[in-house]
């Protein structure tokens, strides 16, 4: 089955700028969706298809993908993006499979 | 607005059975591809189930398949998951997920329901 890879933390200063990595087998030939989790709250979709952002997601979230990473970049760090980021993509190579990444613990010092 | 709301999560006994529901409402639930994924306490998402518009293709992750069921009520704007055969390792948050009408990005989540599976 695919295997997607986070770090399990990443720590930045606020007004720093975090980055995500997301690895997998050639994960540029796929899409790769990103989501933000608060402790007790459902997750929330904060990029889409590699890199579009949903309305309401501040530009500050950005992402990429290409290779065998896919990449979540959050500028200009606030406090309020203390949180849990999972990647998520679709795998069709053998069955439809939903699969998500490992998960990334953000901590704001 | 848009919103999922999940209920049924419950207290079960490893092999019993427990059937949660997804009510969808402020969209048109007929034209949205649906799924379940579930969260093991402490641990990450998992996905469990897609079911499409018309309620075929349905896919299962291997970890419930066989034992539990997708399914959905176009006219009452309504997701299953009949879930049988239950195992202390089920025990998770239960949430349903709407598909972007872009593809498989899920853009829209229920608060989630706890189901515990404990003797």
């Known amino acids: 089955s695919y295997v997607l890879t986070q770090p399990p933390s990443v720590s930045v200063a606020p007004g720093q700028t975090a980055t995500i990595t997301c690895g997998g087998n050639n994960i540029g030939s796929k899409s790769v969706h990103w989501y933000q989790q608060k402790p007790g709250q459902a997750p929330v979709m904060v990029i889409y298809?590699?890199?579009a952002r949903p309305s309401g997601i501040p530009e500050r979230f950005s992402g990429s993908n290409s290779g065998n990473t896919a990449t979540l970049t959050i500028s200009r760090v606030e406090a309020g993006d203390e949180a849990d980021y999972y990647c998520?993509?679709?795998?069709?190579?053998?069955?439809?499979?939903?699969?998500f990444g490992t998960g990334t613990k953000v901590t704001v010092l | 607005e848009e919103l999922l709301v999940e209920s049924g999560g419950l207290l079960a006994q490893p092999g019993g059975s427990l059937r949660l529901s997804c009510a969808a409402s402020g969209f048109p639930f007929r034209s949205y591809e649906m799924n379940w994924v579930r969260q093991a306490p402490g641990r990450g998402l998992e996905w469990v189930s897609y079911i499409s518009e018309s309620g075929s293709p349905i896919y299962y992750a291997d970890s419930v398949k066989g034992r539990f069921i997708i399914s959905r009520d176009n006219a009452k704007n309504l997701l299953y998951l009949q879930m049988n055969s239950l195992r202390v390792d089920d025990t998770a948050v239960y949430y349903c997920a709407r598909n972007h009408d872009d593809g498989d990005a899920f853009d829209l989540w229920g608060q989630g329901t706890m189901v515990t599976v404990s003797s």
């Open positions: 298809y590699d890199y």
């Open positions: 998520q993509v679709w795998d069709s190579s053998s069955y439809h499979l939903g699969v």
